[in-house]
């Protein structure tokens, strides 16, 4: 049971355009939403957050938006640049477990030069 | 400041083994959490240790256990290792409480288990 979506494997993008990565989830309880970044050979690193109080945080070049009714989320990086290059993790903690983080299978991202 | 780090980086273990995996958290962070992240999947919650004791767990049978230390570093502990359980383990460590605003979860590389 996937509860969190990420229906992409891969998306490849020029430098300098915009990446639009794309999440869904099906449990009402998260409450919460994460963006992690991965590089082969490393852990997760933390990108971005949204609560679910809002439906847009930005921090620098990267924008995510919320769509609560469709149980929707999106990350926007622009421009893109190469060194973006990797996997993204979508991710989720609900009320009354808030404890952990219910990931996506990820997107892999390609930013071509 | 230190991050979070995990030994050993790989292992190959036979069917039916037992494994150790190690992690020292952030520093100043005493909670730890351990993720498996199968080929092609997303990272899966195992459990959480907090103050030494377990704090939640996921859908994992008992044969993974793990424990904290009172410096907040942690194992986690496969017994009777099956083919599936190669993955690679993640260790993520946090300030105690709700996942959101300052206590985000920052992993460690991860250790790579092969099952043969």
């Known amino acids: 049971d996937q509860q969190v979506k990420q229906n992409s494997p891969s998306l490849s993008v020029q430098e300098g355009r915009i990446s639009i990565l794309n999440c869904d989830y099906t449990n009402s309880m998260f409450d919460y939403f994460l963006w992690y970044k991965k590089y082969p050979a490393e852990g997760p690193t933390f990108l971005i957050s949204?609560?679910?109080?809002?439906d847009k945080n930005e921090d620098g070049r990267f924008t995510v938006f919320l769509n609560k009714s469709a149980k929707h989320l999106s990350l926007h990086i622009v421009p893109s640049q190469p060194g973006d290059s990797a996997v993204y993790f979508c991710?989720?903690?609900?009320?009354?477990?808030?404890?952990?983080?219910?990931f996506g299978k990820g997107t892999l991202l390609t930013v071509n030069p | 400041e230190t991050g979070v780090t995990q030994s050993p980086t790989h292992l190959i273990k036979t069917r039916g083994q037992q494994v150790t995996l190690r992690c020292s958290s952030q520093?100043?962070?005493?909670?730890v959490s351990w993720y498996q992240q199968a080929l092609g999947q997303g990272p899966q919650f195992i459990f959480q240790?907090?103050?030494?004791?377990?704090?939640g767990r996921g859908n994992f049978p008992p044969r993974f256990s793990g424990l904290q230390f009172p410096n907040y570093s942690s194992e986690l502990n496969v017994n009777a290792l099956e083919l599936d359980d190669s993955a690679l383990y993640l260790c993520?460590?946090?300030?105690?409480?709700?996942?959101?605003?300052?206590?985000?979860?920052?992993f460690g590389q991860g250790t790579r288990l092969t099952v043969v």
């Open positions: 993520a460590s946090s300030l105690p409480g709700r996942l959101r605003g300052n206590t985000e979860a920052f």
């Open positions: 240790y907090y103050r030494e004791e377990e704090n």
């Open positions: 949204i609560s679910s109080i809002k």
């Open positions: 991710a989720a903690s609900a009320r009354g477990s808030n404890y952990k983080l219910t």
């Open positions: 520093s100043g962070h005493n909670t």
